[in-house]
């Protein structure tokens, strides 16, 4: 898969912006971007029920393409004129396109406070829509606004515009909204959300799911003798999914979840709480005792014991051997760096993260050195983010990922299914599909499954110390 993916990069050089954003005017403009033909590349084939190997979706249209995108290939949704469904009537399934093209739609905050997070996902949605769709594939994009609402109205307009598969929206809120409008007319939505509570009924939930976080993470401990787990978490929805996550996961690898403490989400409380996780009271009067009963003994061998207790806070270990901390920013550098001062010892401990830690700047705090968390393939990732700015100019949120592999993996599909390209038999192939995030693939239930490799934090960034697997078989699910 990278050496597909190396190959594709290199035969292209970067898009001006301003050339990228005249894809949205429908070639409008006199002037055509100059994008690079691409090398040809053999085509992407589906993986055969036998072969373990996901099916890479990041492999181009045979032939190589033109030079500029077909104009009918990205098309803004609410088009002047458009068929729109009465309010009220019930959506049926879209009939096949009289010209033998394939109509998906993107749902996306494209007005509203979420825009910039919408505009990052249909960029990347264009970069896939070079880089992988042949020219029957045709995008059409609508403006949720960031509402339910305005979620069921963009959806209404493209199932009467033939949208034969729903790619977004971004929020839970909003998938719930449509879903019902979907499931009426036989088509499947690939939502960004993260919340698995959405999933199911012709929702499929490309996110990076808690669970999968956890899942990782947990394998990655137990691999390295690591077996009884501690969790200190934020007292949210997020800290509670990943608790339960973790109730789950560390039984099925043969490991005991040792404690559970959740803080108040500001922090205020963390101080006390830690305090009660490291039985630091208990400990301390454990020292205490200790000390006084050397202290009444004067031969040679008490003494050098005192000694060497009036240089510890407490006595005793904590019934944990690895402990999860599922949170970001200030917060977690507080909680971090209250365990040694309640002499829970890094260096006997193992620190635990989720995706939130991968951020920039986590090794400046030096109890977090040799913490781990699971992130996806750092090399696919960092080629999708440095392509991303060479094209617009400016980083791209995490989440715009999403965007190119939802757009990739219907590209794939569009060409690789001859016939109902967009069936649930279709997204939930069990070998899965490789993008830029790594290996995935969708469950009958609609939650995904991915493949994370895991990281552990430096002084100066994070290196990868397990890579992600490239098969589900590799996984071990």
């Not at 709480?273 to 008490?302: P, Y």
């Amino acid at each position: 898969m990278r050496s597909v993916l190396t190959n594709l990069l290199s035969s292209m050089r970067p898009v001006p912006a301003a050339a990228v954003v005249g894809l949205l005017l429908l070639g409008a403009c006199a002037s055509k971007p100059d994008l690079a033909p691409k090398a040809p590349v053999q085509q992407a084939q589906a993986a055969k029920p036998t072969s373990t190997a996901p099916t890479s979706t990041l492999q181009a249209a045979p032939g190589g393409r033109p030079s500029v995108l077909a104009p009918n290939q990205l098309i803004p949704g609410f088009a002047a004129g458009a068929q729109q469904l009465p309010l009220g009537a019930r959506a049926t399934r879209p009939s096949p396109d009289a010209q033998g093209l394939v109509r998906v739609g993107m749902l996306l905050p494209l007005s509203g406070q979420s825009a910039p997070v919408g505009r990052a996902l249909l960029n990347a949605a264009q970069m896939a829509l070079f880089d992988i769709a042949d020219e029957r594939f045709v995008l059409q994009a609508y403006d949720t606004k960031g509402t339910p609402e305005g979620a069921v109205e963009a959806t209404t307009a493209a199932l009467a515009q033939g949208a034969q598969l729903l790619l977004g929206p971004v929020f839970s809120a909003e998938a719930r909204a449509v879903a019902p409008q979907a499931a009426a007319a036989g088509v499947n939505v690939i939502a960004f959300s993260t919340d698995p509570a959405i999933a199911g009924d012709h929702v499929f939930v490309l996110g990076f799911l808690v669970q999968e976080q956890v899942r990782q993470i947990v394998a990655y401990a137990t691999s390295k003798d690591l077996k009884r787990f501690a969790v200190l978490a934020p007292d949210s929805a997020y800290g509670q999914s990943v608790v339960e996550a973790l109730k789950q996961m560390v039984p099925a690898r043969g490991a005991t979840l040792s404690q559970v403490a959740f803080y108040q989400a500001d922090g205020k409380d963390l101080n006390d709480v830690v305090r009660r996780l490291a039985s630091f009271d208990s400990r301390k009067q454990a020292l205490e005792l200790q000390k006084n009963e050397l202290a009444g003994k004067d031969d040679e061998i008490s003494q050098l014991a005192l000694k060497r207790l009036e240089r510890l806070e407490t006595v005793g270990e904590v019934d944990f051997d690895t402990i999860l901390l599922p949170d970001q920013g200030t917060r977690l550098t507080q909680a971090a760096t209250l365990l040694p001062f309640f002499d829970i010892d890094p260096g006997r401990v193992q620190l635990l993260g989720t995706l939130l830690w991968n951020t920039q700047g986590l090794g400046r705090e030096p109890v977090m050195v040799g913490g781990v968390f699971p992130a996806p393939p750092p090399d696919t990732t960092r080629q999708f983010f440095s392509r991303y700015r060479d094209f617009y100019g400016q980083a791209a949120p995490a989440i715009a990922t999403h965007g190119y592999d939802a757009v990739a993996l219907a590209a794939v599909l569009s060409r690789t299914v001859e016939t109902n390209s967009f069936t649930a038999e279709a997204i939930t192939a069990s070998t899965g599909f490789a993008g830029v995030d790594g290996i995935f693939r969708f469950l009958p239930n609609g939650l995904s499954q991915r493949g994370f490799a895991v990281m552990q934090v430096t002084r100066d960034g994070s290196t990868m110390v397990q890579p992600a697997p490239t098969t589900f078989e590799a996984a071990q699910f």
